[in-house]
C-alpha cells in the first residue's frame, strides 16, 4: 500500500485539521469528540446535521455552509461516527429551531444516530437517505442504502432551513427528494482502507463490480468489463425501474448526477454524463439540472455512481438557490 500517510492512527485528525484550516473561512473543527461546524454559527434556523464514516469526502464537511449543512459528525474510514459526537455537534449548533439529522441508512450510522436523538434536550426530527437501487437489504444497511443523493437531500433541506422553515417542513421536504432520487453505482477496482492496508475485495482486470455500494461491499453482481454505453444502458435501466417500482412518472424534468469515486477521471465521468443524459432523454426524462465530478467518493476505488433526481418547482428551487461550501457553491 503506498498513501500519504504519517501513521494510520492519525490520518483522520492530520486530514480533518488540514482541511479545516485550508477552509477556515468557512469550517471550524472540534476535537474530543470529533465534528465541524460552519466557521459563523446560523441564527434563528433549524440546524441541519449529517455525518457517517470517513473515507466519502467531500461528503460530508465539504457541504458544510449557507445553504447546506451546520455541522457534520466525521467516524473513522468507513465507521460510523459514535453518539457523543452527535450530540456535542447539536448542542453546537442548536439555534432554537430544532435540529434535523440527515442519516444514510447504514445500520450503525441509524443506530447511533437514533441513540444520541434520544438524549437530546430539544426538538429534533432525522430524514434516512435511501436512493441506492441496487440493493434492497445486505449486511450493511437496514433497508436500501443511502449514497450519493445524499447530497441533494442536504442541498436542497440546507436550502429550506435559510428561509426560517420549521422543523417538520424542512423533515418533509428532505422525505420527498429522497424518494424522488434513484443512484446505482459500478466499481472497477476496490478501494484499500489504509488501516486494512489492502484491498478491499479482488476483481480482475476483465470484471467490473455492479450495484457497488461506497464502502467497498459487494454489487448486485459480478459481470465482465463492457464497453461504456452498455454499462451505463443497465445503469439507467435499474433507475427507471426503481422509479415505476415507485410509481414515479419519468415524463418529467430530472437532475442528472455523475458521480466518481476517487480514481476515475472527469474524462471518463463526463463521457458517462454524455451516454446517461441521452438514454435518459429517451426515456421521457429531460436533464435539466446536472453536476459531474467526485462528491461521494469511497477512497481510492476506480468508479462511477449514476442519480437521477426527477425535479418538480420546490426541488428546483431549493437546488437552484444560493450555496456556499468549501465543496459545492454558486449564486452567492
Not at 82 to 103: C, N, R, W, Y
Not at 232 to 253: G, M, P, R, S, W
Amino acid at each position: 500500500m503506498k498513501k500519504f500517510i504519517n501513521k494510520v492512527d492519525n490520518i483522520l485528525t492530520e486530514s480533518l485539521s488540514g482541511f479545516a484550516s485550508a477552509h477556515r473561512d468557512l469550517v471550524t473543527f472540534q476535537l474530543d469528540p470529533n465534528y465541524l461546524t460552519r466557521a459563523q454559527k446560523a441564527q434563528n434556523k433549524v440546524a441541519i446535521i449529517s455525518g457517517g464514516g470517513s473515507g466519502h469526502e467531500p461528503l460530508h464537511a465539504g457541504y458544510i455552509g449557507y445553504g447546506m449543512l451546520d455541522a457534520a459528525c466525521p467516524g473513522q474510514v468507513f465507521t460510523s461516527p459514535t453518539p457523543d459526537q452527535m450530540l456535542a455537534a447539536a448542542e453546537s449548533v442548536h439555534a432554537d429551531k430544532g435540529v434535523l439529522f440527515i442519516v444514510k441508512n447504514y445500520a450503525g450510522d441509524v443506530m447511533n444516530f437514533e441513540m444520541a436523538s434520544e438524549m437530546l434536550p430539544f426538538e429534533h426530527a432525522t430524514v434516512l437517505t435511501s436512493d441506492d437501487c441496487a440493493v434492497v437489504n445486505s449486511t450493511y444497511t437496514t433497508g436500501r442504502r443511502g449514497v450519493a443523493g445524499t447530497v441533494i437531500v442536504e442541498k436542497c433541506v440546507g436550502s429550506l432551513a435559510e428561509t426560517g422553515a420549521d422543523l417538520a417542513s424542512c423533515k418533509a421536504l428532505g422525505n420527498k427528494v429522497n424518494l424522488r432520487t434513484s443512484s446505482i453505482g459500478v466499481a472497477l477496482t476496490s478501494c484499500t482502507v489504509p488501516a486494512a492496508g489492502r484491498a478491499t475485495f479482488d476483481i480482475a482486470e476483465t470484471e467490473l463490480e455492479m450495484g457497488v455500494g461506497i464502502h467497498g461491499e459487494p454489487g448486485r453482481k459480478r459481470e465482465q468489463m463492457r464497453e461504456a454505453d452498455a454499462i451505463v444502458n443497465d445503469c439507467v435501466q435499474a433507475i427507471v425501474t426503481d422509479f415505476k417500482a415507485k410509481n414515479l412518472a419519468t415524463n418529467q424534468e430530472a437532475l442528472l448526477l455523475v458521480n466518481g469515486f476517487g480514481a476515475t477521471p472527469l474524462m471518463e465521468l463526463y463521457l458517462i454524463y454524455h451516454s446517461a443524459a441521452k438514454l435518459l432523454a429517451a426515456q421521457g426524462i429531460c436533464i435539466t439540472r446536472s453536476l459531474v465530478g467526485n462528491y461521494t467518493t469511497a477512497l481510492d476505488m476506480a468508479g462511477a455512481s449514476i442519480t437521477v433526481c426527477l425535479l418538480d418547482d420546490e426541488i428546483k428551487q431549493h437546488w437552484d438557490s444560493p450555496v456556499h461550501t468549501p465543496a459545492l457553491r454558486w449564486g452567492r
